[in-house]
């Protein structure tokens, strides 16, 4: 029998959506995307590479809460509103993944809210 593990880390909003930040199956952590945060919560607007930076530090406190750490991503999902952004997106990626990066898709795609340009969702392995 596999065990399910909802995951609300500390200090995180509770969504506004039916959702769980992640959840952990057997050997697997699979977080919701992430987007960008305000200090004091919120949506941050700004400096799109902060933004990025923002999401996966989200990322990473999402899979602390499950016992993991970013190294053990082994697929990325990322949203970006505008194909632009992808030139910005990688530089930040590079930087945090380092020559080894996960598996990763990306998708552009209309957010619905004007002040979302980048969300990221992960799997990782615990094994």
């Not at 996960?102 to 094994?127: K, M, N, Q």
């Given at each position: 029998?596999t065990?399910?593990?909802r995951?609300?880390?500390?200090g995180?909003p509770?969504p506004?959506?039916?959702?769980?930040?992640?959840?952990?199956?057997?050997?697997?952590v699979?977080?919701?995307?992430q987007t960008?945060t305000?200090?004091?919560?919120g949506?941050?607007i700004?400096d799109?590479r902060?933004?990025?930076?923002?999401?996966l530090?989200?990322?990473?406190?999402?899979l602390a809460?499950?016992?993991?750490?970013?190294?053990?991503?082994?697929?990325i999902?990322a949203?970006?509103s505008?194909?632009?952004?992808f030139a910005?997106f990688?530089e930040v990626?590079?930087?945090r993944?380092?020559a080894a990066p996960?598996a990763?898709?990306?998708?552009v795609?209309?957010?619905?809210?004007?002040d979302?340009?980048?969300?990221?969702e992960?799997i990782a392995y615990?094994g």
């Amino acid at each position: 029998m596999t065990m399910i593990e909802r995951i609300h880390p500390e200090g995180f909003p509770v969504p506004a959506v039916p959702l769980s930040h992640a959840t952990r199956a057997g050997d697997f952590v699979f977080v919701s995307g992430q987007t960008a945060t305000a200090e004091g919560g919120g949506i941050y607007i700004g400096d799109f590479r902060r933004e990025v930076t923002s999401a996966l530090d989200n990322v990473e406190a999402v899979l602390a809460a499950a016992g993991a750490r970013l190294d053990q991503v082994v697929k990325i999902g990322a949203f970006l509103s505008n194909a632009t952004l992808f030139a910005p997106f990688n530089e930040v990626y590079r930087e945090r993944f380092g020559a080894a990066p996960p598996a990763r898709t990306t998708v552009v795609l209309d957010f619905g809210h004007p002040d979302v340009r980048v969300e990221i969702e992960a799997i990782a392995y615990l094994g």
